[in-house]
């Protein structure tokens, strides 16, 4: 029913930068937040970012100052740019939201909702 489809990962240099790009698609009534999350190898998953409808932002300590979340309500679309990129933000980024969908039968279920994951490598 909802899709959420990542882009924009890859291998960078270190102090370099990447856009990752998360759309979601489906029978959506709305979206309240949306996130980035990453997930390292041998490593929980872990909050990047996140975002209101009304555009109120949090980020990971280690993040800071480096990565800004944002979203085009319009486009059903939440952006994380990435600067100053070090090997620790090597990791599995996933897309996240809470979305209000349109059930088939009728009615509305607010639920969340993850993408399939982009990589993004940081090394020299």
């Known amino acids: 029913q909802v899709q959420l489809v990542e882009s924009g990962g890859g291998l960078v240099q270190p102090g370099g930068s990447l856009t990752l790009s998360c759309a979601a698609s489906?029978?959506?009534?709305?979206?309240?937040?949306m996130a980035w999350y990453r997930q390292a190898p041998g490593k929980q998953r872990e909050l990047v970012a996140v975002i209101t409808r009304g555009g109120s932002t949090n980020y990971a300590d280690s993040v800071k100052g480096r990565f800004t979340i944002s979203r085009d309500n319009a486009k059903n679309a939440v952006y994380l740019q990435m600067n100053s990129l070090k090997p620790e933000d090597t990791a599995v980024y996933y897309c996240?939201?809470?979305?209000?969908?349109?059930?088939?039968?009728?009615?509305?279920?607010?639920?969340?909702?993850w993408g399939q994951g982009t990589q993004v490598t940081v090394s020299s």
């Open positions: 996240n939201a809470d979305i209000t969908i349109r059930l088939t039968v009728g009615g509305a279920q607010r639920k969340g909702f």
């Open positions: 489906g029978s959506i009534l709305s979206i309240d937040y």
